[in-house]
């Protein structure tokens, strides 16, 4: 079926370095894209997203990519801190109908900032 | 975004016994979701808890083993029935609060441990 996955299982940086954490999708359908970053022992946390409509959003230290033509999605981290290391997730979701709430996770990536 | 809990936050049961995790959210929400969490992997998509129907299931989950209330619009529980070691994962429950927006938003999960 359709899935998300993401080129790199482990990241590793140093403190004030930027991130790129990278998500590819198969589905075309796809509308909805969701960052989230789960810490140890902690639900996901949403960081940001993007709609098919756009290829770059920018939040707080924060940039979204989306490349629709190649089906790819990424996610850089400015000025990356130890308080980033988390696993990242991408999520998608055709959304409406449906699809509605129908979110599916990529594999993870696992970023280790080192002071 | 919508501030949720989670009870419990953790436990370790019997094989063949039952689970019931609560989710309840600070303010009225039309979309509730169930994930699971296998250990080391990604988020699944259990099924979506519906406000005075029954829950729909995705691919793989069905009703006897993880059947799920949904008796207001701000509290939900999920039922893991009849355990196994296998059920060891970490049970997420998501909220949309945004209607239409196909934002989720996670509580801080129950980390499960069958014996």
């Known amino acids: 079926g359709e899935s998300v996955g993401l080129h790199l299982p482990t990241l590793s940086v140093q403190e004030g370095d930027n991130s790129i954490i990278n998500c590819a999708y198969s589905n075309s359908a796809s509308d909805y894209f969701i960052w989230y970053k789960q810490e140890s022992g902690k639900g996901p946390q949403f960081i940001i997203d993007i709609r098919s409509n756009m290829d770059k959003r920018q939040g707080q230290r924060v940039t979204v990519l989306l490349n629709k033509t190649v089906k790819h999605l990424s996610l850089q981290i400015a000025a990356t801190q130890p308080g980033d290391s988390a696993v990242y997730f991408c999520?998608?979701?055709?959304?409406?109908?449906?699809?509605?709430?129908?979110?599916?996770f990529g594999q993870g990536t696992i970023l280790t900032v080192h002071p | 975004s919508a501030v949720i809990s989670q009870k419990p936050s953790r436990d370790i049961c019997q094989r063949g016994t039952s689970l019931t995790i609560q989710c309840q959210v600070d303010s009225q929400v039309t979309m509730m979701f169930w994930y699971r969490q296998q250990p080391g992997q990604s988020l699944t998509l259990i099924a979506t808890?519906?406000?005075?129907?029954?829950?729909?299931?995705e691919s793989g989950f069905v009703i006897d083993k993880f059947p799920i209330s949904r008796p207001n619009l701000t509290f939900s529980t999920l039922t893991v029935s009849n355990m196994s070691p296998e059920d060891s994962s970490i049970y997420l429950c998501s909220v949309d609060p945004l209607v239409g927006t196909d934002t989720q938003y996670f509580g801080p999960g129950t980390r499960l441990t069958v014996l």
């Open positions: 808890a519906n406000q005075g129907s029954e829950a729909t299931y």
């Open positions: 999520a998608e979701t055709p959304g409406g109908g449906t699809s509605y709430g129908k979110l599916t």
